[in-house]
């Protein structure tokens, strides 16, 4: 009985350790949304056995932006060579202009006074004269945790996006610091940069 009660003891004192407003190892590791997400397509190549003569119809299953599977099923019917590999790939991807523009308000989110929200197309920036002490992807669904330093409470608040990249801003405050969750509409890969106002939060 008492090495159980030992033991009850050190589960209790282990998880008290545990900051649940502290990132995971894994979610600290910073702008690595792709560990979450699959890599950007390149190329796919499909070798068909000698014996093919016509391809019937294409099948193409796909992840929705909530996770779900789909199926595209797009009819051929035309003859091929099988010496030659059919290809799957994205030429102009890495070619799509970035949709910015001139960086608009976020009215819901103007009244907090220490740190304000404007976007641009897939860029948000935040104003705000507190530092920047982390960030980090969390998926299902996506979003970026920034946490500021600061120990001066802030009011929890949160609002719903339309119409973006940005779905939903979501602020928090945690005794040392405050953390901003950004929901995305879908996954992207992101990068942030301080600039002189604040900080850039870019979608790619």
């Not at 779900?68 to 799509?96: C, F, G, H, M, Y």
């Not at 920034?146 to 001066?152: A, G, K, Q």
């Not at 040392?176 to 969750?181: D, S």
Request: net charge neutral.
């Amino acid at each position: 009985m008492k090495k159980l009660c030992l033991f009850v003891f050190a589960c209790v004192l282990g998880l008290a350790r545990l900051n649940p407003f502290e990132p995971t190892e894994r979610q600290t590791d910073r702008n690595d949304s792709g560990s979450f997400a699959p890599r950007q397509l390149e190329e796919e190549t499909i070798a068909l056995p000698p014996s093919s003569r016509a391809l019937k119809e294409i099948q193409i299953t796909h992840q929705e932006n909530d996770g779900s599977l789909s199926t595209i099923n797009r009819k051929v019917d035309k003859s091929i060579d099988w010496r030659a590999p059919l290809r799957i790939d994205q030429p102009n991807a890495e070619k799509l202009p970035r949709q910015t523009g001139a960086f608009l308000p976020i009215d819901e989110l103007e009244d907090i006074g220490r740190i304000r929200f404007f976007t641009a197309g897939d860029a948000m920036k935040f104003q705000t004269k507190d530092e920047l002490i982390r960030s980090f992807f969390l998926p299902r669904p996506s979003r970026i945790a920034l946490d500021f330093n600061s120990s001066v409470p802030l009011t929890p608040t949160a609002a719903t996006l339309k119409d973006g990249y940005f779905a939903r801003i979501e602020l928090s405050f945690h005794e040392t610091f405050y953390r901003v969750t950004v929901t995305l509409d879908s996954y992207y890969p992101y990068a942030i940069e301080k600039v002189s106002e604040g900080y850039l939060l870019g979608l790619h």
